[in-house]
């Protein structure tokens, strides 16, 4: 096996790795070449957590992605017919992209580009930095071959972002979003060259032609970060946070409210579905200080469809029935808080760890994750087996909610009380006179 397979497995999940192995068998059957690509190998070789999945095949995408979910049950999330790329949500939360290997030729910055298919070495020179120019194949009489045409391996052994072409940011100006992205997401520097680039582009103001629906996506994905306030501290340093909205400048850029946001964000799981989830609250936080007129301006340049304005404007209206039920004083068992929360939207557990001013709604919340969930993640499968029922059935998930009630409610085993060591009595001192016998 190759070492970069070993890798590989050994930084995906059990589900992850199940979905990789659901894309080969399917590209098997179609006789497509397959890669993984992107952002998966660019955080695999930089010793990242891998969140999503980036395939690319030297074939149709849509045609593929389509036999995958008619097997797998894997939900279609979106499709571009232009780019020729197809986003999977399988079974267990796994995200996955499927593109086709293309050659992508622009005529002004921002512009439609033309997209012809290509050979995977086309595709990957065609790129935005040189990290994200890796591919690892998945074929069979070359599966674990390596390709990094734009030596990506040693910019990233450096720790440096590189842009692949001299014009990339004129291309695409919605590079100069990610490139802050990255730069906090990874730790990396900027190399030199690139940003004079930066700066030629900014010059130019390329960033004007960047599309509302491009601002959007990328606000989706600065939400779901680790460290989205120093994100948004390198976007306004570059002067770009007024594409958003002309409010998100100075004073009104929320960035304390945001690190604070990101403090609560850290201790819910990470789980994609959770990160996903962020969204609604991260843009309460960020508009926080915004006139409503300023919240409609962002509204407008971001090309926010209504499930994501509702999402983040009807969360607080959303967020007071829970709230209620973490205040009420008939909550008295640790099991109760628990299957309350373990119910909750992520999103509206978010809100309320920032928003609520409620003390037994904080205690509630910090108890959860930092008490009641570990253990219930500490049950073993052999205790998990003792359960009675068939899993899936109503008697099993009965019996299930009891047994963790039980667990969560019972008292701790007392310790044995050590009694004090008994103390050796003292030693009569009787003083003896000179001179007697």
């Known amino acids: 096996m190759s070492d970069y397979i070993y890798m590989l497995e050994s930084h995906l999940n059990p589900d992850q790795n199940r979905a990789v192995a659901e894309v080969q068998t399917e590209a098997g059957h179609a006789n497509v070449n397959l890669f993984l690509t992107g952002g998966a190998m660019r955080d695999m070789l930089g010793g990242f957590r891998i969140r999503d999945l980036d395939f690319v095949i030297e074939g149709n995408p849509l045609k593929l992605a ?3 979910c008619e097997r797998t049950g894997a939900k279609l ?3 571009d017919e232009h780019r020729k790329s197809a986003e999977l949500l399988f079974p267990s939360g796994v995200t996955a992209e ?3 290997s293309k050659q992508v030729k622009y005529g002004r910055a ?18 935005d930095f040189t990290c994200n120019a890796i591919a690892l194949s998945l074929n069979k009489a070359s599966r674990g071959l390596l390709m990094d045409p734009m030596n990506g391996l040693a910019d990233m052994e450096r720790r440096e972002l590189r842009s692949i072409s001299t014009y990339g940011f004129y291309d695409d100006p919605s590079r100069l979003l ?3 992205r990255l730069q906090i997401r990874l730790g990396y520097a900027v190399e030199e ?11 130019a103001e390329v960033e004007k032609s960047i599309a509302g629906k491009m601002l959007g996506e990328e606000l989706h994905r600065i939400s779901a970060e680790d460290q989205p306030s120093e994100i948004l501290k390198v976007l306004e340093a570059y002067g770009l946070m007024s594409l958003f909205s002309p409010g998100l400048a100075g004073d009104k850029l929320n960035l304390a409210g945001v690190s604070k946001f990101e403090k609560m964000a850290r201790l819910l799981p990470d789980e994609e579905i959770i990160r996903k989830a962020r969204f609604g609250p991260f843009l309460y936080v960020l508009t926080e200080k915004l006139s409503p007129k300023e919240r409609s301006a962002l509204v407008k340049a971001t090309e926010m469809p209504k499930a994501d304005v509702d999402a983040w404007q009807k969360l607080e209206a959303r967020s007071k029935k829970l709230e209620s039920a973490l205040k009420s004083a008939r909550i008295r068992k640790a099991s109760q808080v628990y299957h309350l929360v373990a119910a909750a939207a992520p999103d509206e557990i978010l809100f309320l760890m920032y928003h609520s001013g409620a003390k037994p709604v904080q205690e509630r919340l ?7 969930l570990p253990l219930i993640q500490e049950i073993t499968p052999e205790e998990w087996a003792t359960v009675e029922g068939k899993p899936g059935t109503p008697k099993y998930q009965k019996a299930r909610t009891e047994f963790m009630s039980h667990r969560l409610d019972r008292r701790p085993p007392k310790k044995p009380e050590v009694l004090p060591e008994a103390v050796p009595a003292p030693v009569e001192v009787v003083a003896v006179r000179r001179g007697a016998r």
């Open 66 to 68: 389509k036999a995958i």
């Open 77 to 79: 999330l979106s499709s």
């Open 366 to 372: 910090k108890n959860y994750f930092q008490k009641f």
């Open 193 to 203: 060259r690139t940003q004079m680039q930066v700066a030629n582009a900014r010059e």
């Open 98 to 100: 499927i593109a086709m």
């Open 110 to 127: 921002g512009s439609r580009p033309q997209v012809t298919p290509a050979t995977i070495q086309d595709d990957l020179r065609c790129r």
């Open 178 to 180: 990610r490139l802050a």
